[in-house]
């Protein structure tokens, strides 16, 4: 994998992740995604989690999501790499490749993949320093 040159893009929008309980009506969470450019919602047995392209506010009086802090854990000041062009099954190690390199350089990510290409969160002190890390192992980075 580490012959494959990469294209990928890393996104100027602030991202927030956001866990809830299973139990969580889909009208509790879905103003938070309302109108948001990029969003993904994963649920599993054990929760439901929103990856939203926003900074989320825990101080906006008028927040869609009214749950007690306990069931509503929030994780702000997320950036996204965007593995850029439509990814084929059949490929293999591009996210061994992309998240053991920030690994080595103690760079925690949060992944997200979807039917064409995967992306990968990393806090915003990190943005750069995983752009580098890229840059050094051959991939190409643009800046939106």
Known sequence: ???MKLKLEL???P???HRLPTSTPASVYFPLIEDQEWYSITKTREEISLVVSHRYDTSNAEDPVLLPDDQHKISSGWRCFKVKG???FSLVG?????????AEKAISVFVVSTYDTDYILVNEESALPAKKVFESIGHTVEVL
């Open 94 to 102: 591009i996210m061994a490749n992309l998240s053991g390199a920030l």
């Open 1 to 3: 994998m580490t012959s």
């Open 15 to 17: 991202y927030t992740i």
């Open 86 to 88: 439509q990814l084929d």
């Open 11 to 13: 996104d100027s929008l």
